[in-house]
Antibody, heavy 121, light 108 residues
Framework: EVQLVQSGGEVKKPGEPLKISCKTS????????IAWVRQMPGKGLEWMGI????????RYNPSFQGQVTISADKSMSTAYLQWSRLRASDTAMYYC??????????????WGQGTLVTVSS | DIQLTQSPSSLSASVGDRVTIACRAS??????LSWYQHKPGEAPRLLIY???SLKDGVPSRFSGSASGTDFTLTISNLQPDDSATYYC??????????FGQGTKLEIK
C-alpha cells in the first residue's frame, strides 16, 4: 500500500529554521516525483515545487524559488521541505503528493495528510 | 506562466442536481488538466486526469471534458458528500503546475 506520512504540526517563531518531512512507503521511492503544495488559511492550493528523488532534480514554482528548499533522502525514502528563516506569511498547511504514473510530474493521486506550520511571535 | 481561471468561485445546488465547473487556461495546455476534490481536514483527491479520464474508484457521476483551452468538470446526481472545493490543475508546463483558484460547492 502506497503511503505518504508527513511530520507533525509545528509552531515556530519568525526567523527560525524548519524542515518538514514526507516519509513514503509501498513503492520504489526513486521512480516517482514528489511535489509540495501549500494551502494558506482560507485560501486555495498552490504548487510549490517538485523533486525527482532518483537524481534530486528539483523544479520550483518561481514564486517559491529562493524561499524554500526541496530535497530527498533516497536511503530514507523521504522528501523534505525546509526554510532557513520562517516568516509569519509561511503559516499554512503543507502537503506532499505523488503522481499516479511513473516518471511524470503530475497529476497526484497519493497525498500526505498535511503538516500545519504556524509561525507566530 | 500559465494561468487557470475557474468559474464560478462558489455555487450552491441541491441533491440530485447536475452542476458544471469551468476552468479556462491562459494558453494551450493540450489535455494536461486534472480535477481534484478537497474537503476540510482531508488531503485533496484526484478525480479526473488528462482532462477527461476518470480515476479508478471515482464515481461515474463525475466527468471531465475539454474544448481548446476551456475545460469542464460535471457532477451529475449530486450527493451530500460532494460538498467540497474543486480545483483544476495544469501539468503542461514545468516548473509551475498551476492550480485554479478553486470552486466551493455547497449542497443545499
Amino acid at each position: 500500500e502506497v503511503q505518504l506520512v508527513q511530520s507533525g504540526g509545528e509552531v515556530k517563531k519568525p526567523g527560525e529554521p524548519l524542515k518538514i518531512s514526507c516519509k513514503t512507503s509501498g513503492y520504489r521511492f526513486t521512480d516517482y516525483w514528489i511535489a509540495w503544495v501549500r494551502q494558506m488559511p482560507g485560501k486555495g492550493l498552490e504548487w510549490m515545487g517538485i523533486i525527482y528523488p532518483d537524481d534530486s532534480d528539483v523544479r520550483y514554482n518561481p514564486s517559491f524559488q529562493g524561499q524554500v528548499t526541496i530535497s530527498a533522502d533516497k536511503s530514507m525514502s523521504t522528501a523534505y521541505l525546509q526554510w532557513s528563516r520562517l516568516r509569519a506569511s509561511d503559516t499554512a498547511m503543507y502537503y506532499c503528493a505523488r503522481p499516479h504514473v511513473v516518471g511524470i510530474p503530475a497529476p497526484y493521486d497519493y497525498w500526505g495528510q498535511g503538516t500545519l506550520v504556524t509561525v507566530s511571535s | 506562466d500559465i494561468q487557470l481561471t475557474q468559474s464560478p468561485s462558489s455555487l450552491s445546488a441541491s441533491v440530485g442536481d447536475r452542476v458544471t465547473i469551468a476552468c479556462r487556461a491562459s494558453q494551450t495546455i493540450s489535455t494536461s488538466l486534472s480535477w481534484y476534490q478537497h474537503k476540510p481536514g482531508e488531503a485533496p483527491r484526484l478525480l479526473i486526469y488528462s482532462a477527461s479520464s476518470l480515476k479508478d474508484g471515482v464515481p461515474s457521476r463525475f466527468s471531465g471534458s475539454a474544448s481548446g483551452t476551456d475545460f469542464t468538470l460535471t457532477i451529475s446526481n449530486l450527493q451530500p458528500d460532494d460538498s467540497a472545493t474543486y480545483y483544476c490543475q495544469q501539468s503542461f508546463t514545468t516548473p509551475s503546475h498551476t492550480f485554479g483558484q478553486g470552486t466551493k460547492l455547497e449542497i443545499k
